[in-house]
């Protein structure tokens, strides 16, 4: 048999994930080496097709926060263009120093004959979501944000990126000044879930989303 795990607490961590933001975060507090290289080692237990193993990272702390900041906004000034707005600017450079680590978070596309794109991106969204976890486990806070550079041709080769990798954004990790309690906002489950369970496929309506929520309302 499988080794049992503590399933209440697991749950917990689940459901108590948040995204927490650098303006929440404790100004100049450091989370150790040890712990990121954790959350980085739970990243790469991530699935994966193929084994192509796609997740890529940047990690920024220290010094290398003001590097980033100023790199990401310089990025953002020459090339954003019309979007261009000087507060999102001012932001770019003052999000980083709120934060303990940035980590940039890229796909390297390796298997072109054979895998779609698709499925090494979401590999990569498993990373992150080891990460999130990882990181809620440790009682730190995080966010994953896709605003700024992310999508811009330019700024992947700051990232260690090619033309067919993808920088698919940056989490931003730090201490977490005031514990977030609320849970995140969600539709239940039973609405986004048909459960077949008849030869003919019908689906019956099911009390499920409601049996979770009661098993969550701890
Ligand atoms: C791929 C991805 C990109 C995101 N980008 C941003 C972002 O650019 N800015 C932001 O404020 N939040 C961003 N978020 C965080 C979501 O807004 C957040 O997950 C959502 O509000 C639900 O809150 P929760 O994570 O606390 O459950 C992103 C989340 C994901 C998964």
Redesign the pocket.
């Known amino acids: 048999m499988q080794k049992r795990y503590n399933i209440e607490e697991f749950n917990e961590i689940l459901l108590r ?3 927490i ?1 650098p303006y929440q975060y404790v100004r100049g507090k450091v989370i150790p080496d040890a712990i990121i290289w954790q959350i980085l080692e739970n990243a790469n237990r991530a699935p994966n097709h193929k084994q192509t193993e796609p997740w890529r990272f940047c990690v920024f702390s220290g010094e290398g926060l003001k590097h980033f900041g100023q790199l990401q906004a310089d990025i953002y000034r020459e090339f954003a263009a019309d979007s261009y707005q000087q507060d999102r600017y001012k932001k770019l450079i003052e999000y980083p120093l709120m934060s303990s680590h940035v980590i940039s978070i890229g796909m390297k596309r390796s298997a072109v004959d054979k895998l779609p794109e698709i499925e090494e991106v979401e590999a990569v ?1 498993c990373a992150v979501q080891n990460m999130f976890l990882t990181v809620t486990a440790y009682g730190l806070g995080c ?5 700024g550079i992310t999508y811009f041709e330019e700024a992947k080769s700051h990232f260690g990126l090619e033309r067919t990798d993808k920088l ?2 940056f989490l931003y990790i730090g201490y977490v000044e005031k514990p977030v309690t609320a849970i ?1 906002k969600r539709k239940p489950i039973g609405s986004k879930v048909n459960w077949i369970d008849t030869i003919d496929g019908i689906n019956r309506p099911t009390d499920l989303g409601k049996y979770v929520a009661h098993r969550c309302a701890f």
């Open positions: 994930r948040r995204s933001y969204a966010y994953w944000t896709t605003a698919l954004g995140s």
